[in-house]
Nanobody
Framework: QVQLVESGGGSVQAGGSLRLSCAVS????????MAWFRQAPGKEREGVAF???????TYADSMKGRFTISQDNTKNPLYLQIDSLKPEDTGMYYC?????????????????WGQGTQVTVSS
């Protein structure tokens, strides 16, 4: 079982930066596909950034440029650097993980989720 615990959220002013962390623990038998999602108040959860088992990263189109996902290896924390924060970045940020598919890809459906960390950006 994979456990994920997020931290690093908080209240910041627009233009500031935050670095979110996701601690990964539990029995892990191969490198995971991982991601950050967020859910703004009154909106559906949306994908922010993804990192596959080889370390390749992809971003939602609207997230390119200000968000950076990183992880050294699957047992090390997953990070999300957010720069030039905007009020519309306010929301709960979740870390997610799954094992690669049998074909070796990382489908964007995840089996393991953290409890989330709140980010609030004021103007």
């Amino acid at each position: 079982q994979v456990q994920l615990v997020e931290s690093g959220g908080g209240s910041v002013q627009a233009g500031g930066s935050l670095r979110l962390s996701c601690a990964v623990s539990g029995y892990i038998y191969e490198r995971l596909c991982m991601a950050w999602f967020r859910q703004a108040p009154g909106k559906e959860r949306e994908g922010v950034a993804f990192i596959d088992m080889n370390g390749s990263t992809t971003y939602a189109d609207s997230m390119k440029g200000r968000f950076t996902i990183s992880q050294d290896n699957t047992k090390n924390p997953l990070y999300l650097q957010i720069d030039s924060l905007k009020p519309e970045d306010t929301g709960m940020y979740y870390c997610a993980a799954r094992y690669p598919s049998y074909g070796g890809s990382c489908p964007k459906s995840f089996d393991y989720w953290g409890q989330g960390t709140q980010v609030t950006v004021s103007s």
